[in-house]
């Protein structure tokens, strides 16, 4: 049977108490895609995009939303942020370009940092088709999932 631990004994939604578990490192990596034109990609290689440099401001924007997920996801704890890294992958498609984005967010805390890697990289993926937006509008994010999850009561975690 699932507990679900973000309810009260009356149903309504609660944060769970983390006052007793003990800190440990955790850290959290997620993925995240956005499906290009090679346009759009010539653009960002070149640094053609009015915005500015498409990348760097992507993993600001990347690391300042997992620094603040506890202000956007009500359950989430704010907890206290050891390392942000952002990494970007090009893969030439059939008929365009991907960008993998791989996030990697650490603490030494009671709870784990998988909600803050994810959204750092559905963030980093909405702020590159925000830069790029006006050269085409038809980009895909991709899917965002965990890729992998180490530290805390649960124990590690791997996708396969």
């Known amino acids: 049977m699932i507990i679900l631990t973000h309810f009260n004994e009356d149903g309504r939604a609660k944060m769970v108490d983390i006052s007793n578990k003990e800190a440990t490192t955790r850290t959290a990596i997620a993925m995240s895609s956005v499906q290009m034109s090679y346009q759009v990609y010539d653009a960002i290689q070149n640094q053609k995009i009015k915005k500015g440099d498409v990348l760097s401001v992507a993993q600001v924007a990347g690391i300042m939303a997992a620094k603040q997920t506890s202000s956007l996801i009500p359950m989430c704890h704010p907890i206290p942020i050891s390392g942000i890294n952002i990494t970007f992958d090009w893969k030439e498609l059939q008929d365009n370009i991907k960008l993998s984005i791989q996030t990697e967010v650490k603490t030494v805390g009671s709870?784990?940092?998988?909600?803050?890697?994810?959204?750092?990289?559905?963030i980093t993926a909405l702020t590159i088709y925000d830069m790029c937006k006006a050269v085409?509008?038809?980009m895909m994010i991709g899917s965002t999932y965990l890729l992998e999850k180490s530290g805390g009561k649960s124990g590690d975690y791997k996708r396969n």
């Open 111 to 122: 709870t784990g940092v998988e909600m803050e890697a994810l959204t750092a990289a559905s």
């Open 136 to 138: 085409d509008k038809s």
